[in-house]
């Protein structure tokens, strides 16, 4: 693809302001959310959102999450539910991205959804994120700002190291706070969980009242995140490592002799923070990463699926 010049914007009104005129203009704009910086394009302009598959890479059989500024403006273009209403009221805004079947008339493009009758879409919390979509005024496509199966950005520079001179701009404020991606629940038939991220699952399902089913690895695509081989550094990746190889660069988890340690106290909610930028430090090192035992509960479960896929034979 031809290079451009990257525009590096701040979160001052102006240049969200400036950020919201190149989304209108067909443009790809990188911007924080709480989760890890998305790369939006206008989800109603086909050009748009194929320019973001062309900029990552991103095989167009994967869908992409629609963002919004409000609850009243996801209706504008799903099918609401009781379900949906329970899960936003609670959760929204915040790391929960919703499955919902389109409505006649929505707008969206089809490569927003890859074909499918349903759309995912998520309120962020981030305050510039919902500054953006509000000045905007409309559903932004965005995935995450980086190339294809790579470590997502949680920071401005990690968007940089990966997509600068691809896109329009970059509206950097600052680190992620949560630094997983949003869990993504369907509700387009009885409730599954799709993705775990960074809302945990019995949350979801206290909020519900039930259970909730999950998908398959296998089954077809239905939302992001889904590709067995995802969010992957260039070296590879071991896991429940307790005696590094003599090459390997440790990642460590709670009380345990190190390279760089997710938390140092076994916390999973700091743990799932500093996850991908961890994934980026040990990276440039240029050694294989070995990560330790994680608990595969609460966020440890959404931590535990993003190491599994970066582990994965690539081109899965």
């Not at 992409?64 to 929204?92: C, N």
């Not at 995802?230 to 190889?245: C, E, G, I, K, M």
């Not at 931590?303 to 899965?316: E, F, V």
Request: aromatic share 4%.
């Amino acid at each position: 693809m031809n290079r451009k010049d990257t525009t590096y914007l701040t979160a001052k009104p102006g240049d969200i302001a400036t950020a919201a005129d190149l989304l209108r203009a067909g443009d790809l704009v990188a911007f924080p959310t709480e989760t890890v910086y998305g790369l939006g394009g206008d989800a109603r302009n086909g050009d748009a959102v194929a320019a973001i598959y062309s900029a990552k890479g991103r095989p167009s059989f994967n869908p992409l999450i629609a963002h919004v500024a409000s609850i009243a403006a996801a209706k504008r273009y799903v099918v609401w539910s009781d379900e949906a209403d329970r899960l936003a009221q609670a959760f929204w805004p915040g790391p929960l991205t919703l499955v919902l079947p389109l409505k006649p008339d929505h707008g969206i493009s089809p490569l927003v959804t890859a074909g499918l009758d349903t759309l995912a879409v998520r309120v962020p919390a981030h305050e510039t994120a919902r500054a953006l979509l509000t000045e905007f005024d409309g559903p932004v496509a965005a995935p995450s700002a980086n190339p294809s199966g790579r470590i997502s950005p949680t920071t401005a520079d990690h968007v940089r190291g990966g997509l600068d001179g691809r896109i329009a701009a970059v509206l950097d404020d600052g680190p992620c706070g949560v630094g997983l991606e949003s869990t993504i629940v369907g509700l387009a038939d009885t409730p599954v969980l799709l993705r775990p991220g960074g809302l945990s699952a019995d949350l979801i399902e206290a909020c519900l009242g039930q259970p909730i089913g999950a998908y398959k690895q296998g089954d077809a695509l239905s939302a992001p995140g889904q590709l067995l081989s995802h969010y992957a550094p260039d070296s590879s990746v071991r896991l429940n490592v307790v005696t590094p190889a003599g090459d390997e660069v440790l990642l460590g988890f709670g009380n345990v002799a190190c390279d760089l340690n997710l938390s140092a106290t076994g916390d999973l909610t700091e743990a799932a923070a500093n996850l991908f930028s961890a994934l980026h430090r040990l990276d440039a090192s240029g050694r294989p990463i070995a990560v330790s035992p994680i608990p595969e509960k609460g966020l440890g479960l959404a931590i535990n699926d993003r190491l599994r896929r970066a582990a994965a034979p690539r081109g899965i």
